[in-house]
Nanobody, 125 residues
Framework: VQLVESGGGLAQPGGSLRLSCVVS????????MSWARQAPGKGREFVAA????????LYGDSVKGRFTVSRDNFNNILFLQMDGLKPEDSSLYSC???????????????????WGQGTQVTVSS
């Protein structure tokens, strides 16, 4: 099982970035998927999740209305479109999957496993 994130980098406040999570080793169409972030010295924070079919999404309060999670089950890729970026969005962003195919997505970090190494997002002028 391997989840590899990309698309991070430096963005200005108000700018946009699109993160990708390329998955190998399992079929993402059988799992809910999630994005989370972790700043230095802090715990992992839930950002967004999407159910296996892409019909149901959840967002953390701090990103609601600015970030959009989506998925491409055919190519086994998860995305996070980040608009209206703020300096407080600076963090290491990782993707994970639900612990089993039957698990319903929610906002608890413990619902997800197999986190990737992450991609760094820095928002600064």
């Amino acid at each position: 099982v391997q989840l590899v994130e990309s698309g991070g980098g430096l963005a200005q406040p108000g700018g946009s970035l699109r993160l990708s999570c390329v998955v190998s080793g399992f079929d993402i169409s059988n799992h809910g998927m999630s994005w989370a972030r972790q700043a230095p010295g802090k715990g992992r924070e839930f950002v967004a999740a999407i159910d296996w079919g892409g019909l149901h999404t959840l967002y953390g309060d701090s990103v609601k209305g600015r970030f959009t999670v989506s998925r491409d089950n055919f190519n086994n890729i998860l995305f996070l479109q980040m608009d209206g970026l703020k300096p407080e969005d600076s963090s290491l962003y990782s993707c994970g999957r639900t612990v089993s195919w039957a698990t319903v997505i929610d906002t608890s970090i413990d619902t997800y496993v197999d986190w990737g190494q992450g991609t760094q997002v820095t928002v600064s002028s």
